[in-house]
Structure formats: C-alpha cells, structure tokens
C-alpha cells in the first residue's frame, strides 16, 4: 500500500511537470502594461501563484509617477479575492517574513516604487478560483491625486525568472 501510493504520486508528479511545460509555451509568459491614469504610470505587471493549490498569490508591477506632486496609493483591490493588501517580505535572522504595510504607501514625484519577489508586493488571499497560468486577473489600484485604475494581470508559470530583472537586463538598468 505504501509502496502503491508513494509510487501514485510520483506520476502524478510527473504529469504536472510535463502539463507545466506544455502550458509555458502556450501561455502569455510576459508582462503586462503600462497602463497611464493622469500622471500615473503602472507596468510591467505580472502575478505568481503559490505552490501547493493554496488559494493565495501575489502581483508585483512599477509604478511611477511623472507628477510634480506626491501622491498616496490610498488602496489596493481585486474583485478575485475576499482580501487585497500590501505587503513587504523581509528576511531576519535568516527566516523570511512578511507584514501589511500601512494605508498609503508614499508615491513620490518624479519616482517609482518597484514591487518585485522579496520586497512589497500585493498579496491576494482567499482567492475564488485557483489562478491558472496563462489567466489574468483583475486589479484595482486607487490613488489619492490620480484617482482609480483597472487593469488585468497575466498569470505566469510558477519557476518564471523574475521577469521584471530579465527586462531591466535589456534597458538601462544592468
Ligand atoms: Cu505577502
């Protein structure tokens, strides 16, 4: 019986792996944006699910904001999930954590503010449907100046190379 189910989920496993491979090059493997509202500039926006069908995941993208003015992102939401926030992951000690970061998240003028793996992201919990690769899903971002801004984030493989430092790779940033 052991030996029977040990050997179940080894095809199983196998079978997922070979799906993800088809599917990788089915599926929109890149980023998305820029979306502009006034003078807000969101891009190269992407979300990654977590392992193990959780019902949890994460969306990271650039904002920058052209204004003379300072703005506020007043407030995160996707109609996908039951709850939408900010996080930033930090490693102390050696053990990686994260923690909510307070209602608006200062957005300088003339700056962006990067939200990539292992920094702030949005975290998307108690998500209606399991995200599947090549999907997207709705985001809503409200700032204080510019106002609200809808737009739709591709799913992309989990083990996708951050494809926001892949990008930078090509622009000015080394
Ligand atoms: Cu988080």
Not at 8 to 30: D, E, N, P, R, S
Not at 65 to 89: M, R
């Amino acid at each position: 019986m052991q030996y029977k189910r040990a050997h179940f989920v080894g095809l199983a496993a196998l079978m997922v792996a070979t799906i993800g491979t088809v599917t990788c090059y089915a599926a929109q493997t890149t980023t998305s944006g820029p979306w502009k509202l006034g003078n807000i500039t969101v891009e190269q926006a992407w979300g990654r699910v977590t392992p193990g069908g959780s019902r949890t995941g994460a969306i990271y993208l650039i904002i920058h904001n052209t204004s003379p003015n300072d703005d506020l992102l007043l407030a995160v939401d996707s109609s996908a999930a039951q709850t939408t926030a900010v996080h930033e992951s930090r490693i102390v000690d050696g053990v990686a954590s994260m923690e909510a970061l307070p209602v608006g998240i200062p957005m300088p003028s003339h700056g962006e503010v990067v939200m990539q793996p292992g920094g702030i992201h949005i975290m998307l919990t108690g998500l209606s449907k399991a995200l599947i690769v090549g999907s997207t899903i709705p985001v809503k971002l409200v700032f204080q100046e510019a106002g609200s801004l809808d737009f739709e984030v591709p799913i992309l493989p989990l083990g996708t190379a951050d494809p926001t430092v892949t990008h930078a790779g090509h622009g000015t940033n080394p």
